[in-house]
């Protein structure tokens, strides 16, 4: 389980684990913007989402202007979702139009995949392979990385 951090303006900023988030609550660094529910560790509300006490300047995460490609973050974009049959526990990354055919390895030309519906696919496109895409991909935004349960 982990827990959302945010900025001091709310902005998402990345995930920790329970344990280093209450370190974080007892440095008081941060405090609990959600909880879950009754539960507690100690005095502290079990987090779901922490809000930094003061602001951290994030300019080096936005240099690029783009988030920066990975078959992990291809997986978290998609929810770990099969782009082709639609289930859960996607576990690897498919190439929509094939490296080999001039496809390239990029945020808009990759999808969550079973490692089954990736080999059915092979060297094919969706159209070819009779497959066609449940959703297009996108670049996504670092909230849309963050923000997972």
């Known amino acids: 389980m982990s827990v959302i951090v945010l900025n001091a303006s709310y902005e998402p900023l990345h995930t920790v684990s329970i344990q280093h988030a209450i370190r974080m609550l007892v ?3 941060a405090v609990v913007e959600e909880a879950h529910g009754e539960r507690t560790i100690g005095p502290f509300p079990v987090p779901r ?16 202007g783009r988030m920066k490609y990975s ?7 998609d929810k770990f979702r099969c782009a082709y049959c639609g289930l859960e526990n996607a576990d690897t990354m498919d190439h929509v139009q ?6 390239r390895t990029e945020w808009l030309n ?3 995949a079973h490692a089954a519906c990736n080999e059915r696919k092979g060297n094919r496109t969706p159209g070819e392979a009779n497959m066609p895409l ?12 963050v923000i997972q349960t």
């Open 49 to 64: 989402v922490l809000r930094l006490v003061r602001y951290v300047v994030t300019h080096w995460r936005y240099a690029g």
């Open 27 to 29: 440095r008081e660094v």
């Open 98 to 103: 094939p490296r080999s055919r001039g496809g």
């Open 71 to 77: 078959k992990h973050g291809v997986l978290r974009r």
């Open 134 to 145: 449940l959703w297009q991909p996108w670049v996504p935004t670092r909230a849309e990385l």
């Open 110 to 112: 990759a999808v969550a």
